[in-house]
């Protein structure tokens, strides 16, 4: 394991000679027991094997991140990986080639890496360290190998999607599918998240609702920073919707029995600051662009999603991956500009 400023020198020489598209990275973080995540472990591998980064024990990162951003490499299911990148150290790869995108284009239904390893070797992967504390210091070495697992066989693997995918004449697909997904995802961070606390399932509250979400919300990320916990732990995404929505319509909300008594304390002077807002300091609910349908927008609809269906029948795709639901809306509703948003290989398709 790269524990120091000058192992972590000597993995750089290794890493920098190594052609483009010819590594491999994963990361674990520490989401699932504390408060704010942080990145843990950084699992590498090439064609002279696998190696380990604690970002924790260096406490200098820059020959790592210059490496990273002047790099080509191929990750699984990158999205969560990206984000720790960014949060971490504000970089990204030149390039991510994602073995799960790759994956899906060639058109396995069962796209995760253990369903991969398992169908192109035969391997069952542990997933006993799944949810492990990756923060925990020192790592066990049965951790230690779990994380060499999830990047050993990946280089090879990524060799064999990457022929399957050009005897199916999809390897332009998914360069783009790649560039794009990279683009989105400097986007995400860019953008931001202003308001953390509008969870999915808030769409129809009211402005009152909504209040009272964002102060259930701002209680629960309190007491999950004062526990250092991740906020699941002290109550779910479910039970601030529920309590809400009682609160929008002015019933009463008990805290759960179960709920240790300061904390339950504490929940109810959060209500009882929240009942006494007034209506102007309310949140406004969020503006949303609706489409002007006429009377036969559904008719284009059904065309447009019955084009899409037997195009994927044909190629034995996952039909999300050629135009997702919302993409046909604003097809339907505008085509020039919904086409406009697909990438080509998608455009090209529906078009031809």
């Not at 971490?88 to 994602?98: F, H, S, T, W």
């Not at 609702?209 to 964002?214: D, F, S």
């Not at 959060?270 to 209506?279: G, N, P």
Request: charged content about 30%; aromatic content about 10%; proline content about 4%.
């Amino acid at each position: 394991m790269i524990t120091d400023i000058e192992s972590l020198a000597a993995w750089k020489h290794r890493a920098a000679r190594q052609p483009a598209g010819r590594t491999v990275l994963d990361l674990e973080a520490d989401s699932l027991h504390r408060h704010r995540e942080k990145l843990c472990l950084i699992q590498y591998a090439d064609a002279e094997g696998v190696d380990i980064i604690d970002p924790l024990a260096i406490d200098d990162m820059r020959l790592f991140t210059d490496w990273l951003q002047e790099s080509e490499v191929w990750m699984h299911g990158a999205d969560y990986d990206m984000s720790l990148f960014q949060h971490a150290y504000g970089v990204l790869p030149r390039m991510i080639l994602d073995t799960q995108i790759a994956a899906r284009l060639v058109g396995f239904r069962q796209f995760g890496l253990a369903a991969l390893v398992e169908h192109y070797y035969g391997i069952v992967l542990s997933k006993k360290n799944q949810k492990a504390d990756w923060g925990r210091r020192p790592i066990p070495p049965a951790m230690q190998e779990y994380a060499q697992g999830d990047v050993r066989y990946m280089l090879e693997m990524a060799d064999k999607l990457s022929d399957e995918l050009r005897q199916k004449s999809r390897y332009d697909w998914f360069i783009e599918s790649c560039v794009t997904n990279l683009e989105r995802g400097r986007e995400r961070f860019a953008a931001g998240n202003r308001d953390p606390w509008r969870i999915k399932g808030c769409g129809k509250f009211n402005r009152r609702g909504l209040a009272a979400l964002r102060a259930l919300w701002t209680w629960r990320d309190s007491e999950a920073a004062h526990w250092d916990r991740p906020a699941f732990m002290v109550c779910s995404n479910d039970d601030l919707l529920r309590w809400s929505l009682a609160l929008q319509e002015f019933r009463v909300v008990p805290p759960p029995a179960h709920m240790a008594a300061h904390r339950a304390a504490r929940l109810r002077k959060a209500i009882e600051q929240f009942q006494t807002l007034d209506e102007e300091d309310y949140p406004e609910r969020p503006h949303r662009e609706h489409q002007e349908q006429d009377a036969h927008f559904d008719e284009r609809l059904d065309q447009w999603s019955a084009r899409r269906n037997a195009l994927a029948e044909e190629l034995d795709l996952d039909p999300s991956l050629i135009a997702s639901r919302a993409q046909l809306e604003a097809i339907a509703a505008d085509e020039q500009r919904g086409l406009e948003q697909l990438m080509s290989w998608q455009r090209d398709l529906l078009t031809r």
